[in-house]
């Protein structure tokens, strides 16, 4: 069964780095649209990078610039650098998937999700 497994969160100062994680397995991954989501506590589950079969980012506008999205298909691993980070991007960090290259920044639009990763930015 298609399997996603988030790893690289953690506690991090104001204006620090983390670098996200997400492992796949049981899927065709260079055939996956992959997408980062974040829900932070009492809030709903937002969009916050994807990142089509071509390698093509795309990123809501409260990280552009501060974030990257990549694949490694040999890997089957999708990354999200995480730099200059704000209190505001704390939250569970969580990566999904749908076969296809397509564009949605809907949660509805993915079929697998992982279990999620904390991160926490301190002030």
């Known amino acids: 069964q298609v399997q996603l497994v988030e790893s690289g969160g953690g506690l991090v100062q104001a204006g620090g780095s983390l670098r996200l994680s997400c492992a796949a397995s049981?899927?065709?991954?260079?055939?996956?649209?992959l997408v980062w989501f974040r829900q932070a506590p009492g809030k709903e589950r937002v969009f916050v990078s994807g990142?089509?079969?071509?390698?093509?980012?795309y990123y809501t506008d409260s990280v552009k610039g501060r974030f990257t999205i990549s694949r490694d298909n040999a890997k089957s691993t999708v990354y999200l650098q995480m730099n200059s980070l704000k209190p505001e991007d704390t939250a569970v960090y969580y990566c999904?998937?749908?076969?296809?290259?397509?564009?949605?920044?809907?949660?509805?639009?993915?079929?697998?999700w992982g279990q999620g990763t904390q991160v926490t930015v301190s002030s």
């Open positions: 999904a998937a749908r076969s296809g290259s397509f564009y949605s920044t809907e949660s509805r639009s993915y079929n697998y």
């Open positions: 990142i089509r079969l071509s390698g093509n980012p």
């Open positions: 049981g899927l065709t991954f260079s055939t996956y649209t």
